[in-house]
């Protein structure tokens, strides 16, 4: 690991792509992988299902409840902004976080109904920048052992979030495929981050 001069906050590493990608446990492994390097490290992800407003997201993907395509979206974003300032604090002390899908899943999933685009994004804007996107790649096909029971698990459904995530990626984001082994996905993932992101950051600032 290169050493880094300037007096570093931890780094926000985004996890994205489709369901059953492999992004949960891709997502932990990098977490013991760099906690291994001495990096302090944290696992989150998005949605949060523990808070109230994640109840209701978890209510709504677990076809327990009906809501309206807008009403969903912007839970999905207050779930988000409800983790914020501590985001914020974690990374200021140094901790470097590992997200299981952020703002982009929220784009994605939603526009994939036929919201428009730019009324997506909107709540999204002012949570924090990640300083990497990792996209795992994987035709909708493909995904490891078939899907499960959830609202939005359906190959249809993912074939028009795997375009609207086309839509959304731009050359930041590193792309990973996923149909390789584990290991070989996680080889790759661990040299990104090495590479991109602990070796120097810069100070850039937090926020989008
Ligand atoms: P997961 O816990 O990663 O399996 O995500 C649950 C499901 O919710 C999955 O199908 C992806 C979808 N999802 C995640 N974040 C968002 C979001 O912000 N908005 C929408 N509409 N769907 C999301
Ligand atoms: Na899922
Ligand atoms: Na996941």
């Excluded at 978890?58 to 076809?63: D, F, G, P, R």
């Excluded at 140094?94 to 299981?100: A, E, K, Q, S």
């Excluded at 924090?128 to 490891?144: G, Q, S």
Aim: aromatic share 8%.
């Amino acid at each position: 690991l290169r050493a880094c001069n300037n007096e570093s906050r931890g780094a926000l590493i985004v996890l994205e792509g489709l369901d059953r990608c492999g992004k949960t446990s891709q997502s932990s492994r990098l977490v013991s992988y760099l906690e291994g390097l001495g990096h302090s490290t944290e696992l989150w992800r998005f949605p949060d299902r523990t808070t109230s407003v994640g109840q209701m997201i978890s209510a709504y993907l677990l076809n327990q409840s009906e809501l309206d395509d807008r009403t969903i979206h912007l839970l999905f974003s207050a779930n988000r902004w409800e983790k914020r300032s501590m985001m914020e604090t974690k990374l200021k002390a140094g901790t470097t976080l590992i997200v299981d899908r952020y703002s982009y899943s929220g784009v994605a999933f939603s526009s994939a109904k036929g919201v428009d685009l730019e009324w997506c994004k909107a709540p999204e804007i002012g949570l924090l920048a990640p300083d990497l996107v990792l996209y795992l790649d994987m035709p909708p096909e493909l995904l490891k052992g078939g899907y499960g029971d959830e609202r939005y698990e359906r190959l249809e459904f993912q074939k028009k979030v795997a375009q609207c995530y086309k839509i959304l990626r731009d050359p930041s984001w590193k792309m990973v495929d996923a149909c390789q082994p584990i290991e070989d996905v996680q080889k790759q993932l661990q040299k990104i981050v090495l590479d991109n992101v602990l070796a120097c950051r810069n100070g850039k600032p937090l926020s989008l």
